[in-house]
């Protein structure tokens, strides 16, 4: 079959084409310009045509091969539905853009060689790709390890520094952890027939306690990939360390392949969920939500604040998927369709403004050298293109009509308005709350984003050293382009989206939201409810009443402008440390959400000749969880070290006691 | 959609822009009633804004392009969000283009793009100005969103003339749960509209300020913007406040011009008793402590959550 007639096929080969970019890029490791000019683009090119390949036909056929690698007599399966199809678009075109910033971004000398580099990145989105298409376990966990592996080769790419090496320590750590209960998910999910296609696993029939199992478990291993609370400690520490076009991957992509997972496992390969699994997703969720976006707003380095929005993210996403549950476990087959909707969209939307999000981090670091919100500061005037940008990402992720991030939230919050028609007492006076948690979380990030942005790219810049920061190049400048882009366009035409989105409903819970109904511009999934957005004549409004607004201030009052110095006080010169610290801006949330921190202060004494002022706000579940775990953990091997004697014969001793234990036990 | 919805729509968004800030005027003047002072003239904010529009603008060396912006978009969000609440009429062509969850996104826009603007000059009380806009707003912008839900629990609709429309049709049914979310609403309008208890309209105490810290570095027709915006947004709280518990009084549907024409004096009775009990409210409460303020809109939203439970729990 050639792959001009069969897209899995011609998928596979894209995949493959990312795996031979990277490995070009050994033929010249050191080559900034062969990599960065030539490699780089490449890869974006293949990334915009994945995403092609895959959007176009969501209502194709389900399409599967069986590759002839693999072990003897375990050859890999993959398999292309709606769901695949889904996730490859969102990785295609959110990477084609990242891959067009990090073109310009990758130089020598900073870590890990440009060359090795593009290899490692490559395989990264390869593997993502292969994650997305694999139809049984063994394919499924190679190609997770893969990703686990390579991402944390990049994570690690400035290895020289210790913290670097500890942050991909733990992000190794923790993805093993969860790729340990992923595993343990599929041997419960095989049902005893020791088949471990996925096909087998569809067909094979699990006790409720079996399966509530699996589903626990597989929530666990995603989990942890995700970021969710308590599994989250390894977001905040890797992504900071990892360069910017990686960190905007991983949040942006990578954390999505675990939504994937959890969706495929429990709405595919489980069948049919029990409608209480949905409440586990959904409270571990909100309180993800809440979480994240609350230590997001007392960050003071730029990527880890992020990082912790990403945290905030997934806690929505996971929420929108416990409702899912529910709905589609009460029978409630349409507004599953309407919540798993919002999670899909959500999921796309995420990839593109936090990868933009990154990507503008990643300009900032480039022409500043600094992460650490309190010494930039007026950085719009020195870079536009990155701050206009960088904005459009801001806006959109702070949840503002008519972008992208406000559809999703609006799907969100219209499907848990239905959530007290559930039939299940109690549950449905509760879950109607988490509409109170997601909007409290959403209003958040509003604040957490105006603090980023402000701090950042507004104001004085708060180091003499920023006056010279240069703005992003032409392939950068692209790369930032066309995630803005994906940012307008998925808030301006969201009954398109959903209306390829809902075949992937079909698919999970046998429905979709109403769309065709609808004229283009009309955002009304339900029907019977009258619940309506339009964002193009929202926006059309909008700038009408602006331009109108703009014409008659300029043409009937035609006053000039003046410009002079902002105004003192009457005091002495304005200087950029009078501005408001991240410190300060994070102060009321310090204030408000004491109890969620583990706060050491330094307050200055009122005589200090040299006050100083320190804050080290620090994460409860670190220190009551990890600590002692890791502590237990090192006990444990202490109290084994005996056993670790160096000499051969005390090995094979051990060697000998097991065999004859094991023979006595099979006798 | 008739002509009538066409007027209706006109109508109301002229009615906001023109009698928004005699609504800021006629509740500065109950407010100095109540004090024994002398009531400045309800004309007042109208001259102010048009001083303003006749000033040559002054604007920092500093600014960016965003500051001169700013004032267009809070403004236009706001005249937007004028649009989708019913203050005379129901049938407006708009109500499908933005429900109640979008025109809180509509809020929220004027919101982060004023703070923004804000920080825009890097001056001290310019960004803390922000800082507290945003610390009001993000317990505010959810309790304002538990409220309509409740409404739209009841009325089963998100688009807002159509709750209104139907809890208008319930007669003078009583909701227990609508009970709690007034009580929220109110302390959420007094909130967000930078008034008494929350922030004091009438000082530049520079320490305390909110709202007007954030203006400081506006002049001439760019302030003028902005203090009609903040007129604009009063004024659309309290459309919003009768839309919700007061329905009564505006034009129903289709329902013609001679309904659209009653609407418009009942529109002016409600908000003469709505400024009334403004600045009775803020002539009887004192000002808080900022650091006490958060205290204040936890509880607003706390009421509106409890409105949820009260709903969900009476079915009321």
Known sequence: ?667 | VSATAWLTQFLEVIAALALAPLFLGWVNACRARLQSRHAPSLLLPYHGIRKLFHKDAVIATNASPLFRLAPYVVFGAMVAAAAVIPSMGTGLPFRTAADAIVLVGMLAIARVFMSLAAMDIGTAFGTLGARREMMVGFLAEPALLMIIFVASLISATTALPLISERLAAQALALYPSLAFTAVAFTMVLLAENARIPVDNPATHLELTMIHEAMLLEYSARHLALMEWAAALKLFNYACIGFALFVPWGVSIGDAGVVALAVSIPALVLKLAVAGLWLALIETVSAKLRVFRAPEFMATAFMFAVLGLLVHLLLGA
């Open chain 1, 1 to 667: 079959m050639s792959p001009l007639d069969s897209p899995l096929a011609a998928c596979l080969a894209l995949l493959a084409g990312w795996a031979v970019v990277g490995a070009a890029g050994l033929l010249r490791p050191a080559n900034v310009v062969f990599v960065g000019r030539v490699l780089f683009p490449l890869g974006a090119l293949i990334g915009a045509v994945l995403a092609v390949v895959a959007g176009m036909g969501f209502d194709a056929p389900v399409e599967r091969i069986t590759l002839m690698i693999g072990l003897p007599d375990l050859p890999m399966h993959v398999r292309l539905d709606p769901l695949s199809r889904v996730f490859l678009v969102l990785l295609g075109s959110a990477s084609a853009g990242v891959s067009l910033f990090a073109s310009g971004y990758f130089r020598k000398g900073e870590g890990t060689a440009p060359g090795v580099m593009g290899l490692q990145y490559h395989l990264f989105l390869a593997s993502m790709g292969f994650v997305l298409l694999a139809d049984d376990a063994y394919a499924f966990m190679v190609a997770w390890e893969t990703m686990a592996l390579s991402s944390y080769f990049l994570v690690t790419s400035q290895h020289g520094i210790p913290e670097i090496r500890s942050a991909g320590f733990l992000y190794l750590l923790m993805a093993h952890v969860g790729a340990i209960a992923i595993l343990l998910s599929f041997g419960i999910l095989q049902g005893g027939t020791w088949h471990f296609t996925f096909d087998a696993m569809r067909a094979a029939e699990l006790s409720p306690a079996w399966a509530s199992a699996a589903f626990l478990l597989a929530l666990f291993g995603f989990g942890a990939k995700a970021g969710i609370v308590p599994l989250h400690v390894w977001l905040p520490e890797a992504h900071p360390a990892a360069p910017s076009p990686v960190s905007a991957l991983m949040s942006g992509v990578m954390l999505k392949t675990a939504i994937y997972g959890v969706l495929r496992v429990t709405f595919d390969l489980l069948g049919d969920p029990e409608w209480w699994w949905g409440l586990v997703p959904l409270t571990l969720g909100l309180a993800t939500a809440l979480f994240g976006v609350v230590f997001a707003a007392v960050q003071t380095d730029m990527k880890r604040l992020l990082a912790y929005s990403s945290v905030e993210n997934v806690g929505v996403l996971f929420t929108g998927i416990g409702l899912a549950i529910v709905f589609h476990g009460a029978g409630m087959d349409v507004l599953a369709s309407l919540a798993l909707v919002a999670v899909l969209y959500h999921a796309l939307n995420h990839a593109f403004m936090k990868s933009l999000l990154f990507l503008g981090t990643g300009a900032v670091l480039h022409a500043t050298g600094e992460r650490n919100l309190g010494r930039l500061g007026g950085l719009i005037h020195r870079m536009p293109w990155a701050g206009w940008l960088t904005l459009v990402g801001v806006l959109a992720i702070a949840g503002l009509p008519p972008l992208n991030g406000f559809v999703s939230e609006w799907l969100l919050l219209q499907s848990l308005l239905f959530s007290h028609e559930v039939p299940h007492p109690f549950v449905n006076m509760l879950l109607p709350l988490g509409a109170a948690m997601v909007a409290l979380a959403a209003a958040l990030a509003g604040y957490v984003m105006v603090k980023f942005f402000g701090v950042i790219f507004l104001g004085q810049p708060r180091e003499a050293t920023l006056r010279h920061a240069h703005d992003v190049d032409g392939l950068e400048k692209a790369g930032l382009v066309w995630l803005a882009v994906g940012c307008v366009l998925l808030g301006l035409l969201p009954t398109q989206v959903i209306g390829a989105l809902s075949h992937a409903t079909t698919q999970l819970v046998g429905a979709a939201p109403d769309t065709a109904s609808n004229p283009w511009w009309l955002l009304a999934p339900l029907p019977d409810r009258a619940a309506s957005y339009s964002p193009t004549i929202l926006l059309a409004v909008i700038i009408a009443v602006v331009g109108a607004t703009f014409l008659v201030v300029r043409f009937v009052y035609r006053r000039p402008v003046r410009r002079a110095p902002a105004w003192d006080c009457g005091f002495a010169r304005l200087d950029p440390r009078m501005q408001d610290t991240a410190e300060g801006f994070g102060q009321p949330i310090r204030h408000i959400f004491n109890g969620f921190f583990a706060m050491e202060r330094e307050l200055p004494l009122p005589l200090d000749a040299a006050p100083r002022y320190r804050v080290v706000v620090g994460d409860r579940i670190w220190r009551a969880l990890y600590l002692p775990l890791g502590g237990l953990v090192q006990r444990a091997a202490d109290s084994l070290a005996w056993m670790q004697q160096g000499r051969i014969s005390a090995y094979l001793t051990y060697s000998f006691i097991t065999l004859v234990v094991l023979l006595a036990v099979m006798l």
